[in-house]
């Protein structure tokens, strides 16, 4: 993969469009989305359940595809990429943490961790030398050996986030990842987002809580498929009144 | 109120001074609320007439001190031990400016609304930025809690101005039914022949 210009962004959404089936029962999820993440931004995506938050991650991370418009992680558009280039992509340049932790039950918390390595190619030491220390960044670093079931919640997902920020990966999509943590350790969660997004890395946060959506540095509300940045200032009073 | 309790309660931790008091009250709290120096004297000379607290003569630098007498502990004691009243709400400028806003004709309140979320968001990333850098200090504990206090607000702020939206947006759609049904009865002389 060439390397990219430096502050260009690592993640574009150019008028993406998601519509789920055919014909009258169509349904959008998303219309026209537009959206820049540089390096070093964390930018935050809120709104109703329904409105195609989950949509727009999923088709960040190229696991799903726009009927209309284009994605580019670090500059590539996905819709040019083979099965196989798009499934290498997504291993080593994005991370995902989803509400659900999606951890393999049957592999231990560093090898759950070194999973998206291995399969990238990384020898198996190399690959979990990298996941201790991901799961010591996270301080969980004494569960290395543990299982998934055998851990708390909130531990799970700190494996996950490890899981997720192993290797060099420069972007995050994560999925309400506080859900099931109380709320000191759901800000420690996202404290550690923060601080990946300030070594470099871009990320884009969905949560309907705007405490979390505070840790970002900007803020967009999906409505109905549509996307409104309020963030922007307004400065000129006289419209409210028409 | 909450000045006189304040003062009453860093008094019970020891003799302290004027500016001292000031100082300590700003540091734990963050500035948020700041005191002046001239409240404080005031404040300290009322809790002097009422008997909660005594001059305790100058310190080495010349400071006049004061000093907590037992039933300005007890007090203490007491204020810490009941819960503070809701009984009064504060007046909110935001509650007061919409409850006026949404009568007003034309005026565009769901763009109002949108407006001051987008600027109660900024505030919340501003405290979180605050807190993050408050975390790792042990010392800083009192100003987190001031801190997680201000974004609690801030969000639930956010979330009553989302309910708002929704509400206003409802009242719209009923008002516009309304007025439909009200022009009914004109129409209504084709429903009659048809019936």
Redo the contacts between chains.
Sequence with gaps: MSTPRAGAPVLELRGVSRVHGAGPGAVTALAGVALDVPPGQLVAVMG?SGSGKSTLLHLAGGLDSPTSGEVLVEGTPLSGLSRKALARLRRRSVGYVFQDFNLVPALTAVENVALPLELDGVRVREAQRSAQSALEELEVGELADRYPDDVSGGQRQRIAIARALVGPRRLVLADEPTGALDSETGEQVL?LL?RRVDAGASAVLVTH???H????DR?VFLADGRL?D?????DDPS???? | MTVRQSLLAMLDEGPKYGAQLRAEFEQRTGATWPLNVGQVYTTLARLERDGLVVSDGEDDAGHGTYRITEQGSRAVAVWFAQPVERDAPQRDELAIKLALAVMVP???VR??V??Q??A???A??D??RLK?RA?DDPDELPWLLVLDSL??A??AE??WL?HVETRVARAAEQRTRRARAAEAPQASPVAERVR
């Design positions: 109703p404290r923060r809580e705007a405490r959506a505070a840790w970002a803020v409104v309020e963030s922007a200032r307004v419209v409210l009144l028409s | 034309g005026l565009d763009a109002l949108r407006r979320r987008a109660t968001l900024r919340l990333q405290y979180t993050d975390m974004v609690y801030a969000e956010v979330r989302d």
